[in-house]
């Protein structure tokens, strides 16, 4: 376990009312609920956010930076996700988004979108040089890096090595201003809770070039007005429609014009397809696209717009740039000479599901809990707290729990004790029965 990683996604447990939803909903088992509150397993939890999704009393949080942050710095640049345009109605061009962004408070922005563009070109590269491997599975959602890393780590080497376009972009900025004197900072405006844990907790690399990640929803409202009093456009939408359509699901998978290629979104999806992969049960294939949250980025726990309804935006965006309806833009977007796309440190294996490091410690508590769960009713009805009957025989295993945390075993428990007081109750003393 790593005992200083940040996640992004909390729990106010003022806010929670034990009601158990949360623990059917999450993809890694990591949640439980215990004396009326439900709590995060922090090695388990890959900040997917489903738990925001689903939780009826909003007690799942995402933690993102706030706009304030900004004036630690001399010089800022905001560093919007493609999602932020399938926020606003496509009537409103990319263009005015933009400028409307800048009056926030920041100096520059750079479309991360532009950045996607350069690592199309670069995956669809790395893709030529590096068949026979089999499938290989982007990198760019982090929720997919991390559920690999932890339950997956067999599929560590599929994963393309690259920095994502978050990353990039950051990289892009940095060297655009490494001559401005004073501090620069870059923020990250993000639909994904994820990209909070992964600026904090960098996977591949040692260090993130991103200082800060606002969540599009925290400044939705400011924005909009913002939009809403633009007088002159400025001519700051550099990236195309392959850049914007890294957005939805297929987008990435598209850009880098592989024919073999699939696309998955929803984690539940992504894990049935990992699990295919680990297997050997999906074959000819040379990219899988993997986006955790519904519909991809679009479907982020921090966006606002509805996902269906912001696809269909960021699509009729994508034709009219086809179309050429668009205004120009003042340069191509392209990769500065001196910056290194790929990762520079090997990923590890984090499995979270060992029962124990020692084999036959592992085999021992393997065996006992298959024992526990056939002693279980089999319903995972989630009333004990755990999402299922094997996740609480495996807290039984663990030393976590006990069984009477089982409705079932609890009564089969007071129905035994029961019959038991009632013998007592007819027993008398040797001397007094006659």
Not at 387 to 397: G, K, M, T
Request: with cysteine.
């Amino acid at each position: 376990m790593e005992d200083d990683y940040f996640h992004s996604v909390t729990l106010d447990a003022s806010l929670c009312k034990g009601c158990t939803v949360c623990i059917k909903g999450c993809p890694t088992e990591a949640i439980r609920v215990q004396k009326g509150r439900a709590w995060i397993i922090p090695e388990r939890c890959i900040d997917c956010g489903e738990c925001i999704r689903t939780c009826p009393s909003g007690a799942k949080k995402a933690i993102s930076d706030p706009l304030s942050l900004l004036v630690h710095f001399d010089y800022t640049v905001a560093i919007p996700a493609p999602t932020l345009y399938g926020q606003f109605r496509s009537t409103i061009s990319c263009n005015r988004i933009l400028t409307a962004l800048k009056t926030l408070g920041f100096d520059d922005v750079y479309e991360v979108a532009a950045a996607a563009e350069i690592l199309s070109q670069e995956t669809r590269d790395y893709l030529g040089r590096d068949q026979g491997k089999g499938a290989l599975i982007s990198s760019s959602c982090p929720v997919v890096v991390r559920l690999v890393e932890t339950r997956f780590p067999s599929l560590l080497d599929q994963l393309i090595p690259m920095i994502s376009p978050m990353e990039l972009s950051a990289r892009i900025v940095r060297e655009r201003e490494k001559d401005r004197p004073g501090s620069v900072g870059v923020f990250f405006i993000s639909p994904c809770a994820a990209k909070v844990t992964d600026v904090k907790n960098p996977r591949g690399i040692s260090l993130s070039s991103v200082d800060g990640v606002i969540g599009i929803k925290d400044i939705y409202k400011e924005l909009s007005l913002a939009v809403a009093q633009v007088e002159v456009e400025e001519n700051l939408n550099i990236a195309s429609a392959l850049g914007i359509s890294w957005a939805r699901t297929d987008g990435e998978g598209s850009a880098v014009y592989s024919e073999n290629h699939i696309s998955v979104d929803g984690i539940d999806h992504v894990i049935d397809v990992l699990e295919n992969l680990e297997n050997g049960h999906i074959r000819d294939v040379d990219f899988v696209e993997m986006m955790s949250c519904p519909g991809g980025c679009v479907g982020g726990p921090l966006a606002v717009e509805n996902p269906y309804v912001a696809r269909n935006i960021v699509c009729t965006r994508e034709r009219r740039h086809q179309e050429g309806n668009c205004t120009v833009p003042a340069e191509l977007p392209h990769l500065p000479e001196g910056i290194d796309l790929f990762w520079t440190e090997a990923l590890e294996s984090r499995a979270t599901h060992l029962l124990d490091h020692d084999y036959k410690t592992a085999m021992k508590m393997m065996e006992e809990m298959e024992v526990i769960r056939g002693s279980l009713p089999g319903l995972d009805c989630g009333a004990c707290g755990a999402p299922s009957c094997l996740a609480l025989a495996e807290d039984i295993v663990r030393g976590k729990t006990t069984e009477i945390d089982c409705v079932f075993k609890l009564r089969e428990k007071i129905r035994d004790l029961t019959r038991e007081m009632i013998a007592l109750d007819s027993h008398m003393p040797p001397g007094l029965d006659r």
